[in-house]
């Protein structure tokens, strides 16, 4: 049984799939995390795969960027792959005051300005929000050290259309980030009655270009972040 854009077959998903953008990233987190991990995507090299993490079965996938590919992804795996719970792990840009280049951002609830949620029920301002279960393990598994927001953000369509006035509106509402994924995800979650949950490394901050990352810096939040979402999705 293979849908329009996974091959793998009945039983190759774990319950509980993580998911960054890049399936190079979900290659690498999976090789990390599960040395024995088996691929069971390469459909349009969206490399997916699965291994166990202290004796519990997990998968790593990768989503591509933006509302539509997530929600295909996304779809495919709760609908056909008895899959329970997807854990988005990511990027976003800074857009809150208090928000700094390297702090954890986890998506309790998603604005948005596209259209995929508003077309879901018709006449209503669908409310994308994270599971609570998921988003409390997350947050209790961070370090002492690492600053955690949880809080909105917004996923937008567009990556590089500006709308003028608009981060800093978000800002005044205290939307913490942008990110290009999230509100889908949470939508289709609550379609198929599935958890779902966005974990983010804010690495750039888009009404302050004086806060920067090292590279180095950059790969061990990241590491953070992961430890949340795999807290997250074996909670
Ligand atoms: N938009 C703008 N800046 C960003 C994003 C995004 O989606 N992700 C990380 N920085």
Known sequence: MATPHIEAQPGDFAPAVLMPGDPLRAQRIAKMLMPDAKQVNGVRGM????????????????????????????????????????????????????????????????HTDSAMNTLRIPGVHFSAVADFELTRAAVEAAPADQKVHV???????????????????????????????????????AEFGKQALTVLT??????????????????????????????????
């Not at 291994?51 to 960027?65: A, F, Q, T, W």
């Not at 810096?217 to 953070?224: N, W």
């Open 47 to 110: 490399l997916a795969f699965t291994g166990e993490v202290n004796g519990k079965p997990l998968s790593v996938m990768g989503s591509g960027m933006g509302q539509p590919s997530i929600t295909i992804y996304a779809t495919e795996l709760f609908s056909q792959y008895g899959v329970e719970r997807i854990i988005r792990v990511g990027t976003c840009g800074g857009i809150a005051p208090q928000v700094q280049v390297g702090d954890a951002v986890v998506a309790l609830g998603s």
């Open 151 to 189: 809080g909105s953000v917004i996923s937008r369509d567009h990556f590089y259309l500006s709308v003028e006035g608009q981060l800093e509106n978000l800002s005044k509402y205290g939307v913490l980030g942008v990110e290009m994924e999230s509100a889908a995800l949470y939508g289709v979650a």
């Open 202 to 235: 804010v690495s750039d901050h888009l009404l302050d270009h004086s806060k920067d990352m090292s590279a180095e810096e950059r790969e061990t939040k990241f590491h953070t972040a992961l430890a949340m979402a795999v807290a997250a999705a074996h909670c």
